[in-house]
């Protein structure tokens, strides 16, 4: 058997035995408690599906609209922006509906008289679910100035 040497293992036992360290605690216990290292392989998803858009406009451009009989799971997202110095404030976002709620997924706020120049890529390791039949969007507001937005997304569809 071997003997137990590290004291935070020591402390932790004694503590849930309600035992002083001082007191000692029998040397079966410490050595009974193995670290466990979780091995299980984190799932990789493959996205068969790739949407893009682009708008130079104030208002909402729509990406994808989501199929009413099936879910759709957001594995990658990205946004590139480009304004001229021009361009007043502005909020810049992509929204989608997850458990029912219309939510921002990236959102981007732009100075006045600043060009801006902005490229986001945003990987979901655990995929995010779209809820069915609902729309992935990507809403800007301006009023003077140009800007250029392009979004796309990778995913896929499970019935």
Do not use: H, W
Request: with cysteine.
């Amino acid at each position: 058997m071997v003997d137990n040497q590290n004291s935070i293992i020591s402390r932790k036992v004694a503590k849930y035995f309600q035992v002083q360290e001082a007191q000692g605690i029998p040397k079966i216990v410490p050595n009974a408690i193995s670290p466990v290292v979780d091995v299980t392989p984190i799932p990789t998803f493959q996205a068969t599906k790739s949407f893009f858009g682009t708008r130079t406009t104030t208002g909402t451009g729509t990406l994808v609209t989501i199929d009413a009989d099936k879910d759709f799971f957001l594995t990658n997202l990205s946004y590139f922006l480009q304004c001229d110095a021009v361009a007043d404030s502005t909020d810049y976002s992509v929204r989608a509906t997850t458990n029912g709620l219309n939510q921002r997924i990236i959102q981007i706020q732009k100075l006045s008289l600043t060009a801006t120049t902005v490229v986001i890529e945003k990987p979901f390791f655990t995929p995010l679910k779209i809820d069915k039949g609902t729309t992935i969007t990507f809403p800007s507001a301006f009023t003077v100035g140009a800007s250029s937005i392009s979004v796309s997304c990778q995913g896929y569809f499970e019935e």
